[in-house]
């Protein structure tokens, strides 16, 4: 199953405007974090934003902001005022304990690309 | 810039060659992690080193195998190459593996073409 769902592929948002990406996860583990990334048509990875499971507040990181729903298991990435340079593939990932190892692995969703129109 | 470094950047190579890619971390990072980045499967999770010890693994296959030097570098080898290892290869680090809010910064990553 699933660990991580995007279930956007693609998404448009007219120059500053509000966009919501979404994202849900599943887990059995009540220790997680979740994170954003960025990945720009240059190919690199950009962190944005994280929020770890026991965190009472909704992540915030300046036009970033995480809309953290537990009992749904979703983690949603607002990203306001959108700009040209916010176009990019988004993937959402989830840290969680790796079995038997005592460390955590990453584990990515299959990412929604967002198009930015001026 | 991550502070993460990726060589080579592109690379073409032929069906059943062997092929190394090398990947330094940030300075003071202990932890390091592999993934595979194709157009169908999205971002896999291929294997992860803790300062120098092999702490998780992912969806990697038998023909590819990593190490952790003791300097913290890492290299992916990936042999008996077929058409469909041809992906984006990323080398991600971070301060530890065991702690559940670090995050991993990524390299540019390693363009892989089998022809």
């Known amino acids: 199953a699933q660990k991580i769902t995007q279930t956007q592929p693609g998404m448009f948002v007219q120059e500053k405007e509000a966009v919501t990406l979404d994202c849900t996860y599943d887990?059995?583990?009540?220790?997680?974090?979740l994170f954003w990334y960025k990945q720009p048509s240059s190919g690199e990875m950009i962190f944005l934003i994280y929020?770890?499971?026991?965190?009472?507040q909704n992540a915030t990181e300046g036009r970033y902001s995480l809309n953290f729903q537990k009992a749904r298991k979703s983690a949603n990435l607002v990203i306001s005022a959108s700009q040209l340079g916010d176009s990019a593939m988004y993937f959402c990932a989830m840290r969680e304990k790796y079995s038997g190892a005592g460390s955590y692995q990453l584990t990515f969703g299959k990412g929604t690309k967002l198009s930015v129109i001026p | 810039d991550s502070g993460v470094t990726q060589t080579p950047k592109h690379l073409i190579t032929a069906t059943g060659q062997r092929v190394t890619l090398r990947c330094s971390p940030r300075s003071g990072d202990l932890s390091v992690y592999w993934y595979q980045q194709s157009l169908d499967q999205g971002l896999q999770f291929l294997i992860q080193y803790y300062n120098g010890e092999e702490r998780a693994k992912g969806n990697i296959l038998e023909r590819f195998s990593a190490q952790q030097f003791p300097d913290l570098h890492s290299e992916l080898n990936l042999s008996s190459l077929e058409l469909g290892d041809s992906a984006l290869y990323f080398c991600?680090?971070?301060?530890?593996?065991?702690?559940?809010?670090?995050?991993?910064?990524f390299g540019q990553g390693t363009r892989l073409t089998v022809v």
């Open positions: 887990t059995s583990d009540p220790s997680y974090g």
């Open positions: 929020q770890g499971s026991y965190d009472q």
């Open positions: 991600a680090s971070s301060v530890s593996g065991q702690r559940m809010n670090t995050e991993a910064f």
